[in-house]
């Protein structure tokens, strides 16, 4: 376990280009696609360019150790806007003893959004350093902490859920043992008890990224019939993203369910036929209500999700996606890879497309390799240099012209003068 020290000054330093991102309408598809963002507001970029990663952070962290609240608050929102545009795992490691012990002091205040906040810094952390041993330091650090907030009935609905976030995440990352998987999926279906729409999105999100975990048989034959009346509850629910993640989760469970048909005995096969009988049931009767208080996109997300849960329930087919990465094509195959991608998307927001392009995390997870981006980004600065050239020499010559007709009617009024 990592003490709460006073933080030591030893940091790499190291150049960054920390130009903002690119607006959004510029990216590719991934990034205009319906994306659900812990922190969504990238539109003021806070950060000088040409600014060391090293300094930035020495200046965050002083922020964070601020007494009053509102300056604590506004460094973390600078950290979370960084932490999901750019990807510098060396400098985070550097710092790791300054960064826990300033983020344990914003999640132990008594704001509860600082809290909420503290916490979504820390998730992006674990999704910058990657499979590395920091971020075990870093679960091993916060899961206490953390695991007493998500039980606590007194916090605020918004802390709960995004403690219990946090924790799968960094579990999911960082800890290989199914025991303390089970432990966390424990924790998560007891909150799908309380009526507190935040505690619902952050324990429905949390079971759903955990369960993709797990292996087939344990999900068929234990966690469906244990898991499955909870989940359909949760398909009534007004929150889209309480809908989605309960949705998501049920078609991991029929795929595997699918998946392990020839491995269930009499009794295990019956309980899984009556909890289908169910779903469909269930999905059928959705997709048929209509609610005035949804959006119409939010409407036609949730119906799609319906249909691929309803084509797995009914013949086993999975979801299939192909997302496009420069020259790579990365392959997001099964509701388990979808789930994932899905937790990627909502937590980096529009700086997923830097995370693909760069995030050797997300390279292990969805099984691609990473290109050697230089060249890509030398001959875009050539080619930019090379666009201004030619901008210059229009003008230039446009200036040459204009001043051979200013020449010209001067000498023209001289004659006509003489």
């Known amino acids: 376990m990592l003490a709460f020290v006073a933080p030591k000054d030893h940091r790499k330093t190291r150049k960054a280009q920390l130009s903002?991102?690119?607006?959004?309408?510029?990216?590719?598809?991934?990034?205009?696609?319906?994306?659900?963002?812990?922190?969504?507001?990238m539109s003021e970029w806070p950060f000088e360019e040409n600014t060391a990663?090293?300094?930035?952070?020495?200046?965050?962290?002083?922020?964070?150790?601020?007494?009053?609240?509102?300056?604590?608050?506004?460094?973390?929102?600078?950290l979370v806007k960084l932490l999901k545009a750019k990807v510098f795992a060396e400098d985070l490691e550097a710092t790791l003893e300054t960064f826990t012990y300033s983020i344990n002091n914003c999640i132990r205040g008594r704001d509860s959004k600082e809290t909420v906040v503290a916490c979504n810094a820390l998730g992006l952390a674990a999704w910058n350093m990657g499979l590395e041993d920091v971020t075990n330091?870093?679960?091993?650090?916060?899961?206490?902490?953390?695991?007493?907030?998500?039980?606590?009935?007194?916090?605020n609905g918004a802390v709960r859920g995004a403690a219990i976030r946090t924790l799968a995440v960094l579990c999911f990352i960082a800890v290989d043992e199914k025991q303390t998987t089970l432990n966390l999926v424990a924790t998560a279906q007891s909150m799908l008890?309380?009526?507190?729409?935040?505690v619902l999105e952050g324990a429905s999100s949390a079971l759903s990224l955990l369960c993709s975990t797990l292996g087939t048989n344990y999900l068929a034959t234990t966690l469906f019939p244990e898991l499955g009346p909870s989940l359909l509850k949760l398909l009534d629910c007004k929150e889209v993203e309480v809908k989605e993640n309960a949705g998501h989760t049920i078609g991991l469970l029929c795929e595997s369910a699918t998946l392990e048909s020839d491995n269930l005995d009499e009794k295990q096969e019956e309980d899984i036929e009556d909890e289908m009988d169910k779903l469909a049931e269930k999905l059928s009767e959705l997709q048929s209500v209509s609610?005035?208080?949804?959006?119409?996109?939010?409407?036609?997300?949730?119906?799609?999700?319906?249909?691929?849960?309803?084509?797995?329930?009914?013949?086993?087919?999975?979801?299939?996606?192909?997302?496009?990465?420069?020259?790579?094509?990365?392959?997001?195959?099964g509701w388990a890879k979808?789930?994932?991608?899905?937790?990627?998307?909502?937590?980096?927001?529009?700086?997923?497309?830097?995370?693909?392009?760069?995030?050797?995390?997300?390279?292990?997870?969805?099984?691609?390799?990473?290109?050697?981006?230089?060249?890509?980004?030398?001959?875009?600065?050539?080619?930019?240099?090379?666009?201004?050239?030619?901008?210059?020499?229009?003008?230039?010559?446009?200036?040459?012209?204009?001043?051979?007709?200013?020449?010209?009617?001067?000498?023209?009024?001289t004659d006509e003068d003489d």
């Open 193 to 198: 008890k309380s009526t507190d729409v935040s």
């Open 291 to 333: 609610s005035k208080s949804q959006h119409r996109k939010d409407k036609a997300r949730i119906r799609a999700g319906f249909r691929e849960i309803l084509r797995t329930a009914e013949d086993g087919s999975a979801p299939k996606e192909n997302v496009t990465v420069k020259s790579t094509t990365i392959r997001i195959n």
């Open 53 to 78: 990663y090293e300094d930035i952070l020495k200046d965050l962290y002083d922020g964070m150790a601020e007494k009053r609240s509102s300056s604590r608050m506004a460094s973390l929102k600078k």
């Open 338 to 413: 979808t789930i994932q991608y899905g937790e990627a998307r909502r937590w980096l927001g529009i700086g997923i497309q830097e995370h693909l392009k760069r995030n050797p995390l997300l390279s292990a997870i969805f099984k691609y390799e990473l290109q050697d981006l230089s060249r890509d980004e030398e001959r875009a600065s050539r080619e930019d240099k090379i666009y201004q050239s030619k901008i210059n020499v229009r003008a230039q010559k446009s200036k040459t012209r204009k001043n051979r007709a200013r020449k010209t009617e001067a000498l023209t009024r």
């Open 20 to 41: 903002p991102p690119p607006p959004e309408s510029s990216r590719s598809s991934v990034a205009n696609s319906e994306t659900t963002s812990v922190v969504s507001d």
């Open 137 to 155: 330091v870093l679960y091993e650090t916060f899961e206490k902490t953390l695991t007493v907030y998500a039980n606590d009935h007194t916090k």
